[in-house]
């Protein structure tokens, strides 16, 4: 039971939900950079919300299915087809033994989060399948997709097949397509926002940054203007996670994700907030980004309001496959 790798594309890597419980030994989370759009994706073909699925970034992927599966995506915007038949993000597709899959290059955003029915059987290493690309564990020994390699799968869930070849439903534009053509990324004030003068706060929350080229699954290093220290005193490492925003001696931020180190001695001037961080991962060299600040009330509401909306999501997916 395995997909064949004809292409592996730019960076192809097995992920899950992440690796918990082992940060204080220096052990990063890593995982889909959107938690979230794996999980829809996972529903969708009838699995746990944690198996473990293929991150795409930028594209050019193309499998051969060794039997028959269900699969989906969520993501960018991508062209991806099953032979000859168009898949979009979200819907739901049939692949008989033989079959084809294809990522084209993505024509906007930069990743995607595919997700197999029964999963992807590797190794579970500290509690998670994902692949650590710095550490270099988990996943497939560590590494990336290579061509001609494969993918091992492990043995498909009990839910029915779609009716067609091609759902014809689809889970919630927002969720399967999360890149926006002008992101707007919320925030929560970090520790070390009074650390930065007036003029920087208002720089921060009124100004475009750029996405720099040198930017991957450790962070989205940010050009644009200067944000300034009141002291340039040296900070106490502390504790960061996905989402923080850090800044340097250059005074050019950083947002982490999920392969970030697990201490940083930057001062942190904000934090993305959770349901964001959809967008965030969607981010690639030369967009632009702004931040709006909300209140850390909000933050926790729109978390919350997502986590009950998904809830009627799992009961209409069933009902799709009752």
């Known amino acids: 039971m395995t997909a064949i790798v004809q292409r592996a594309g730019f960076l ?40 473990a699925g293929l991150e795409i970034t930028l594209g050019g992927l193309q499998l051969r299915f060794g039997d028959e599966r269900i699969v989906a995506w969520c993501g960018g915007e991508f062209d991806v087809q099953i032979g ?53 564990f988990g996943g497939l020994e560590g590494r990336t997709l290579r061509g001609g390699g494969v ?6 869930p ?28 919320r925030f929560i004030r970090g520790v070390d926002w009074s650390r930065f003068d007036d003029a920087t706060m208002k720089r921060f929350t009124i100004s475009e940054f750029s996405v720099s080229p040198d930017s991957d699954r450790m962070g989205v290093r940010l050009e644009g203007p200067e944000l300034k220290r009141k002291h340039e005193t040296d900070l106490i490492s502390e504790a960061v996670a996905p989402g923080t ?21 930057y001062p942190k001037i904000a934090h993305v907030i959770t349901v964001d961080l959809a967008v965030a991962a ?8 702004r931040f709006s600040e909300v209140s850390l009330e909000d933050a ?22 009752s």
């Not at 993918?151 to 498909?156: E, F, Q, S």
């Open 300 to 321: 926790h509401c729109l978390l919350l309001e997502r986590e009950r909306d998904l809830d009627r999501f799992r009961i209409g997916v069933s009902l799709q496959r």
């Open 84 to 136: 000859s038949r168009a898949l979009p993000a979200g819907h739901v597709g049939q692949l008989q033994s033989g079959d084809g899959l294809k990522f084209r290059r993505a024509q906007f955003g930069c990743r995607c989060w595919l997700a197999i029915s029964g999963g992807i059987d590797v190794p579970v290493v500290l509690g998670s399948r994902s692949t650590d690309l710095r550490a270099n």
């Open 282 to 289: 969607q981010l690639r060299a030369g967009d632009g980004v």
């Open 12 to 51: 192809t890597s097995v992920q899950d939900l992440g690796r918990t419980g082992f940060r204080q030994l220096g052990v990063s989370t890593s995982g889909a950079l959107d938690s979230f759009a794996l999980r829809v994706a996972n529903l969708l073909v009838g699995n746990d919300e944690g198996a």
């Open 245 to 265: 925003i850090q800044v340097p001696p250059s005074g050019k931020p950083i947002l982490l994700l999920g392969d970030c180190q697990t201490i940083g001695g």
């Open 158 to 185: 009990g839910s029915l097949p779609p009716p067609t070849p091609i759902s014809s439903w689809a889970g919630p534009h927002d969720w399967v397509s999360p890149a926006k053509r002008y992101p707007v990324l």
């Open 151 to 156: 993918v091992p799968l492990a043995r498909r």
